[in-house]
């Protein structure tokens, strides 16, 4: 298992920096998606802990409330890569966030510089 969490690559709970380790675990996740998933689908390239805290930091720094649906959606968020609009309000949905919530909390990870938004996706931004 491959992790990467505050700059570290975290593989299999040990932290590595071998080039070749990381090499043959990403080569390993690819052989093992399932079908229905793109090789360029790696989640876990995002730091889902400096995606939480930056996105809690600007709504504390904004006077938006840090509500139990905002952290649902933002945890959903970290588990997506370059996605459309509406792969994101489909899941979101399922969670029992409205149509309208999802767009606004996508509006505000704009925003927050979490996401960049093209046309017809959206992406991480690095810190």
């Keep these: 298992m491959l992790e990467i969490s505050n700059n570290r690559v975290i593989l299999n709970g040990k932290e590595t920096i071998n080039v070749e380790e990381i090499g043959y675990?990403?080569?390993?996740?690819?052989?093992?998606?399932?079908?229905?998933?793109?090789v360029t689908d790696f989640a876990f390239l995002v730091d889902r802990n400096d995606v939480v805290d930056r996105f809690t930091k600007y709504l504390s720094d904004n006077a938006f409330?840090?509500?139990?649906e905002r952290r649902n959606l933002i945890e959903l968020l970290v588990t997506m890569n370059d996605f459309s609009a509406k792969d994101f309000v489909n899941q979101a949905m399922q969670l029992k966030?409205?149509?309208?919530?999802?767009?606004?909390?996508?509006?505000?990870c704009v925003d927050a510089k979490i996401l960049s938004a093209s046309p017809k996706n959206y992406k991480f931004i690095n810190s």
């Excluded at 675990?25 to 793109?38: I, V």
Aim: contains cysteine; hydrophobic residues 35%.
């Design 25 to 38: 675990a990403l080569l390993d996740y690819a052989e093992n998606l399932p079908n229905n998933q793109n």
């Design 65 to 68: 409330r840090n509500t139990l």
């Design 97 to 108: 966030a409205s149509y309208p919530t999802c767009y606004n909390f996508l509006t505000v």
